[in-house]
């Protein structure tokens, strides 16, 4: 079955960066659009970034343009989101999730990770 795992996740101050990975398996993972969404406590899913299934195109949300870049490695399998700059409200539950066909922002939510926490704070 369809298995997504993040890590990566912690505490770090304003302005500081993290690296999250997604591994990723039950699947071709080399076949499918990925996406990275957030949720922070009291308020619903938002989508943060996408990237094709070669790796080589992405899109972003407004709100995380220019400072976080979505990467993939097809040979391990994995999913990878550097977050730089961070900010305050960039604190979330970050998880990973396979998309519906050829769309960016258009993630199955079926097929996704617990996730793991992200806390922006001095």
């Known amino acids: 079955q369809v298995q997504l795992a993040e890590s990566g996740g912690g505490l770090v101050q304003p302005g500081g960066s993290l690296r999250l990975s997604c591994a990723a398996s039950?699947?071709?993972?080399?076949?499918?659009?990925m996406s990275w969404v957030r949720q922070a406590p009291g308020r619903g899913p938002e989508w943060v970034s996408g990237?094709?299934?070669?790796?080589?195109?992405?899109r972003y949300a407004d709100s995380v343009k220019s400072r976080f870049t979505m990467t993939r490695d097809n040979a391990k399998n994995t999913l990878y989101l550097q977050m730089n700059s961070l900010k305050p409200e960039d604190t979330a539950l970050y998880y990973c999730?396979?998309?519906?066909?050829?769309?960016?922002?258009?993630?199955?939510?079926?097929?996704r990770g617990q996730g793991t926490q992200v806390t922006v704070s001095s």
């Open positions: 999730a396979r998309n519906i066909r050829s769309y960016y922002s258009r993630y199955d939510s079926k097929y």
């Open positions: 039950g699947f071709t993972f080399r076949y499918y659009y």
């Open positions: 990237i094709n299934s070669g790796g080589d195109s992405t």
